[in-house]
């Protein structure tokens, strides 16, 4: 009688014979997949087909804004993850445990210059900058004076009428 191991058992053997990346980090990109393949099939009207690195890349990277925020460059340190090519070592270290599959075009190398981790998940939350002021706008005071400003007492005065024409 053949043994099935469960995949938890199956992510024990992988970190064992490669201990770079943690345990969630695995589970992430089954994640990954899925939100990827589910986002795919929406676009493309319900057809579920197989995914490259590169959309793969981009799933994971829109799965981690949304699950994490700004917090998302810091999980993926922890987890190991530091460049897009680390995607593609957890993804074939997967494929080699037969936890994933893949097709004869698909190698690591489709991992290869995906992105800049800073860009992609320090970037969508940093504040936008406004753009400089000349020095001229920034010494003037353009705001029109009125009548209607508020007295000491909070209230605001309204401009008395005038009996000039």
């Known amino acids: 009688m053949m043994y099935k191991q469960s995949y938890d058992e199956v992510l024990e053997e992988i970190i064992s014979v490669d201990p ?6 695995y589970h992430f990109v089954r994640e990954g ?39 998302t460059l810091l999980v993926l340190d922890e987890w190991g993850v ?6 593609g070592e957890i993804v074939f270290n997967m494929v080699e445990h037969n936890l994933l599959a893949k097709t004869a075009e698909d190698s690591r190398e489709d991992f290869k210059g995906g992105y800049d981790f800073k860009d992609a998940f320090r970037k969508p939350f940093q504040p936008v900058q406004a ?12 705001t029109p004076v009125s ?19």
């Open 147 to 165: 009548n209607s400003e508020p007295d000491r007492s909070g209230k605001t005065s309204k401009p008395e009428s005038s009996d000039k024409q």
């Open 82 to 87: 530091k460049r897009c090519e680390d995607f």
């Open 20 to 25: 770079r990346y943690h345990r969630d980090a």
């Open 131 to 142: 753009p400089q002021q000349s020095s001229d706008s920034t010494q003037r005071n353009n």
């Open 33 to 71: 997949l899925d939100y990827t393949q589910q986002s795919i099939s929406k676009q493309e009207k319900g057809v579920v087909r197989h995914i490259s690195g590169q959309e793969l890349l981009g799933g994971m990277r829109a799965h981690a804004l949304e699950q994490y925020g700004p917090m």
